[in-house]
């Protein structure tokens, strides 16, 4: 009996099914209760009925037909009434294939070895069933992966056949077909030389593949990998193993040129459905779904090695994201999106007719018809007119990412040469020339390949143009030969400056005036790579995001050694940040030192959290103790530069008497000791990724002859009974960087008590005058510019304000600027002490970067000093500082007691 439909959406839809989709037509009439259903408007009591039409049947592959079947038809027509969107057609089908490879992979395992369990093989979803996007009519993309070690086989059997039968038995159970049509159909070329290796691969092997001869194409496959059947641990087990070829952590601009020339083979290989209109491929012709596609992927590839959010598998799911990030305009991503929605339902109403994998309006003018009318539209016109305008948006959104073709290179002639060095601005285009000439011999080892050859020819004009355009046009090319000289592979790097020629401005000022982010660069030119949007420029984050940043994981089972490597490349990527920022003249070098400070000490935290848990692993805890760390100096006073080391006191709560818990105690003194040790290493061992800090403990008690660590009472004892003056003065600059709430309150009541006991006013003078003569005579200043060690500088203007402190007992704040700021509020400081010490301490952040040896800076770079220290020109920053000198010079003397001369 014929299923008569109201007029509602799905009635609508079922009379346009019938009418026009052959397929649908005879689902509706083997599932007379489902079609009565949807015929009443009850889509979701539908969907469920279909889920369950396998109940009862005699084989697994037998319920899996008639549940694939009658999900089809809930579906088909749930979609063609516009009451299913693409996320929910997509998702259920997705979900439908997760079950049946779970219950194809048991059954299979099951017939070769009754009893046993899914262990030692995995099944890996990839394309659009990994993404959970899977086609009304679509394959279904697998790798089926074992473990020669753990996976079940017969008596006298070899784990590699038993993996191929196994895998056979799971297409034969998806594959089969017969009155109750079939399940899915299996592709599983997207395996390691597929031509040439068996249908299940040893995990390892597969490992083995991606590490070493991995296509670029592939790369992008795997950006949907899932697991969906099997053994999971295995699964997770390759995943893990992959990551770092997926997932670089460098910017990968060549991905746009690998997934390009993928998208020109395509183009030449689907000639005839590249042309907009019947016969138009909607998966693979130009303005299609698979453009939309690699869109997000390059981008998802470009940037997902840094940015663990960017790394989802669904096209629509990576466009949002990618757009919060800000990797690409929301005006692209949302034409990209609305396109994808329609051509991806379109693409169903072709399948839906025959239920037949294809992508291709058809040719015929009364099939295109019937596909039209199906979707709801008159005929094949107006159909080709909906898709016209987003298939033109996706094509030029695409070709948008073009890397540019020979045009525009620079000439190879000496003349030609020098006339456009001459033309971009360099004041000796002759020995410019010479230095291209010395890149283009391929003496560099990073210059040796044609894709780097290639891409460093590409970005060439833009580096020229921006070389010339700096103060000091050789000066930043030379540096940037060091760079050239030292790069193992200069292929990405070149292709990053290639894709994004505003970076070669921020590089050639930096090569131009900073030698200590130049040296950086030149070890690690990835580190450019973060300066690829303005959140680079951004202030510091707080001391909590900075922590999280650094420890954040990226792959599973990381080891302590990873660790170490991740938190200094995220370190160094911060302070490289942080020293750009100064260098362009984006931030106050004041805003730049805090952020120094805040970086370190987040650094120290991670580190320590981590030395401190693999010590335990090994010797347990001391049971009531902890470490505590007291930082000094700049790090206390959180005003740090881009070359200051870190001054720490190790300090431990508890009794030195007490042992450790562990496996292996030890007392807690050497227990602590050995802490310290292991903690100073995290912080300044280079490693792989380079060094981070050096570390200075000379300031604890007893100096260098003092243990490292020492408990909280032994350190209240020192300083109340045997520290010298000049330790107390140090003890200014002194806060808990590490350690619970409860032990850094300890410590700053110790600090704090110490700082607060009466002192001979007369004594504590003499004491800070001789310490400070020995300091000149010991470490003279270093150059004209020592802003730290010169007469009238820094170190003068800390020695005056620690007399003051300790003398007045007041003003006890570790950061140097607030201590100042409260002095001269109670009178014992003069006003004009407060902008001395702003205008030096901008001064030595700055030189640090631009003149580390505290010379005079080059004249190109002498504007950029004045700017970034809050002056017009050089002079008047010279006149500026003449002026701090002196009146820091001034007060140290009057508060020391010192002759005016």
Known sequence: MEVTAPQHPLGDAIKRAKAHSPFLKLQLEKFPLLAGQLAAGDMGGAVKTAQAAGDGADSVGSALRRERSALSLALGIGDVAGILNLEQVVGTLSSLADRAAEAALAEAFDWRVPGSKAEGFVILALGKHGSRELNYSSDVDLLFLFDPETLPIKPREEPGQ?????????????????????????????????????????????????????????????????????????????????????????????????????????????????????????????????????????????????????????????????????????????????AYRLHRTIEHRLQMIDDRQTHSLPSDPAALDNVAQLHGVSDGAALIALLDPHVRAVEAIYGSLSPGDAEGLLPRGPEALEARLAEAGFEDPAEGRLRIEGWRSGKARSLRIAAAIEAFEAMLPALVDSFGASPDSMRAMNRFDDMVGRLPSGVNFYRLLQARPGLTQILATLLSHAPALAEQLGRRPELLDGLIDDTAFAPAPPLEVLAGEFSRSDRRGEDYQ???????????????????????????????????????????????????????????????????????????????????????????????????????????????NRLAQRVTAALSVPTAAGALYEVDTRLRPSGTDGLLAISLASFAEYQRESAWTWEHMALTRARPVFGSVEARADLEQIVGSTLRQDRDPARLATDAVRMRAEMAAHKPPGGPFDIKLGAGGLVDLEFAVQILQLKHRTALRPNLKAAVAILIAEGLAPAEIEEAHRLLTRMLVTFRLVSPNSSEPPQASRPLVAKACGHESWDDLLAAHDDARQSILTFWRDIAALPKE
């Open 162 to 338: 038993a993996a191929v039968r196994i895998g056979q038995r799971f297409i034969e159970t998806l594959q089969r077909r017969d009155g109750e049509g079939y399940v899915f159909r299996v592709d599983l070329r997207l395996r390691p030389s597929p031509e040439v290796t068996p249908i299940a691969l040893p995990a390892n092997a597969a490992i083995s593949y991606y590490e070493s001869t991995a296509l670029p194409w592939e790369r992008a496959a795997f950006i949907r990998a899932r697991i969906v059947a099997g053994d999971r641990d295995l699964g997770q087990y390759f995943l893990d193993a992959i990551h770092p070829f997926l997932w670089r952590r460098s910017l990968d601009f060549g991905a746009i040129g690998e997934l390009q020339s993928i998208t020109r083979r395509i183009r030449d290989h689907y000639s005839k459905g590249q042309s907009f209109g019947p016969g138009f491929d909607l998966k693979r012709g130009r303005g299609g779904i698979r453009e939309v596609e690699f869109y997000a992927q390059i981008h998802q590839l470009i940037h997902g090695g840094r940015d663990p959010a960017l790394r989802v598998p669904a096209t629509l799911d990576a466009l949002r994201a990618l757009t919060e990030a800000g990797h690409i305009p929301p005006a692209a991503a949302a034409k990209l999106g609305e």
């Open 562 to 672: 990873f660790l170490l490597d991740t938190v200094r490349r995220r370190v160094n990527e911060r302070r490289f940040a942080l020293g750009a920022q100064l260098i362009t003249a984006r931030s106050d070098p004041l805003e730049v030192a805090a952020g120094y400070a805040r970086v370190a000490e987040a650094a120290l935290g991670v580190l320590a959290d981590a030395s401190i848990a693999e010590f335990e692993a090994k010797h347990g805890k001391v049971p009531g103790s902890e470490l505590v760390i007291l930082g000094l100096g700049r790090l206390g006073g959180e005003a740090l530069t881009h070359a200051s080391d870190l001054d720490l006191i190790y300090l431990f709560t508890g009794t030195h008497e007490a042992r450790s818990d562990g496996a292996r105690p030890i007392g807690a003194t050497e227990y602590f």
